[in-house]
Structures are given as C-alpha cells and as structure tokens.
C-alpha cells in the first residue's frame, strides 16, 4: 500500500536560517504532491503544489522540490523566523481522488 | 466571507451515543472530505464525496456514516460502533476531484467521549 513519510517528528532551528523538511514515499507514483501547514487546534493551510514534471517551485521564502526518482520532496524554509513555527504536513495525490498525509515535522524556530 | 465552517468547535458525549459533526461549505467546492487527527498523527481520511448524493469510504469508515444531500453540506455521524471516537475531527472541501486542486479545511471539532 501507498506510505508517505516525514522522517523527522520535531526540528528546531535559530532564526535567520534555513529551515530543511523532507517528505519520502513508497509504493506510489504521484502525479503531485502539496505542503500544508498546521498551528495547535486548527485546521492546515496548503502551502505549495508540485507536479511530477518539476523538479522546483517557490513562493516566497518557500521552496519545495520534487525528486520521483528518489521518492522524495524536500521543502525548504528561507530567512526562518519564529512566526514560521508551526507543523508542516506533506500530502500525495491518490490518482485524483483523495490525498494521502504524512504525519508531519513540527518545526521551531528560535530567536 | 467563504469559507468552511464546522461545528460545534467541542463535543463532549457519552460512550454509546450517536453524533453529529457538521461542515457547510460556501465555495462552490464539488468534493468535500471528512478526517479524523490523533496526537502525533497524520490526517487520516474518513469518507469523501466527489458530488452530491456521492460518497467513498476512505481508509477508516468503519463506525462512521456520511451524507452528502446538498453541494454546501457534508456532515458526518460518529456512531456508537466507532471503538475509539475521541479524536479532532477535520472538514476539507475542494474544487473537485480529479484535479490538483488544494484543499480548504474547516477549524475542526474536538470530539471528546466520556
């Protein structure tokens, strides 16, 4: 069956630098992949959508890469500041009907 | 404002009791998914419906039921069969299945069984 991974629970970083999630999968070829963010108590936030055609899209101080050969997105934080402190979930495509999440990283960013 | 709204925001119940988490949706989304978030956890899909008076079962159904009568609304009965109901349950709507479209999701409800 599909698995989607977020290899790192927790990730805490000074403010000023880059920020590094990554996001596996196995058993599955997307046709895309999004990031959401998620404060306590609340429901996510989409952030980004890469398709499988590219290999890089940004917004802002994000970045979010796609490798299907490995399996794996990276997403990329810029210039982190403390407001950036929140859980960051990954979510693959299930062949346009639903998505499949991951358990997300809860990233902190001190100052 | 569009948005999605659910409600209550907390539910406290007895073991045993039937209840019902509401999502209304004001975007003129076709697709509407209900999930279920555990501590530590990832969102797991419950059911979701692609159009009206369509709906899927998603990886965990079991002990939940869906309807799906009108566009807007989409609410979802947490029965007396689902083992371990206490959970923050989450709405999300989209733009239509079959289509890289985000997802929009409600504030979500903070089912607690007593």
């Known amino acids: 069956s599909q698995k989607i991974e977020q290899n790192s629970e927790a990730l805490n970083i000074q403010e000023g630098k880059t920020a590094t999630l990554t996001c596996n999968y196995t058993?599955?070829?997307?046709?895309?992949l999004q990031w959401y963010r998620q404060d306590p108590g609340r429901g996510p936030v989409f952030l980004l959508l890469?398709?499988?055609?590219?290999k890089e899209k940004r917004k802002e101080r994000l970045k979010v890469t796609f490798d299907t050969t490995l399996k794996q997105s990276l997403f990329h934080i810029t210039a982190s500041q403390p407001a950036d402190s929140a859980t960051y979930l990954c979510?693959?495509?299930?062949?346009?009907?639903?998505?499949?999440f991951g358990k997300g990283t809860t990233l902190s960013v001190s100052s | 404002d569009g948005g999605i709204t659910q409600s209550p925001k907390y539910l406290f119940r007895k073991e045993g009791q039937n209840v019902t988490l509401s999502c209304e949706q004001n975007?003129?989304?076709?697709?509407m998914y209900w999930y279920r978030q555990d501590p530590g956890q990832g969102l797991r899909l419950i059911y979701y419906?692609?159009?009206?008076?369509?709906?899927q079962k998603g990886d965990i159904a079991e002990g939940y039921s869906v309807s799906r009568e009108k566009k807007e609304s989409f609410p979802l009965t947490v029965t007396s069969a689902q083992k371990n109901p206490t959970a923050f349950y989450l709405c999300?709507?989209?733009?239509?299945?079959?289509?890289?479209?985000?997802?929009?999701f409600g504030p979500g409800t903070r089912l607690t069984v007593l």
């Open positions: 058993n599955y070829s997307p046709a895309y």
């Open positions: 419906s692609q159009i009206v008076n369509d709906f």
């Open positions: 999300a709507s989209s733009m239509g299945a079959g289509t890289p479209n985000e997802q929009f």
């Open positions: 975007l003129n989304h076709d697709a």
């Open positions: 979510a693959l495509d299930r062949a346009g009907t639903a998505l499949i």
């Open positions: 890469i398709r499988e055609n590219e």
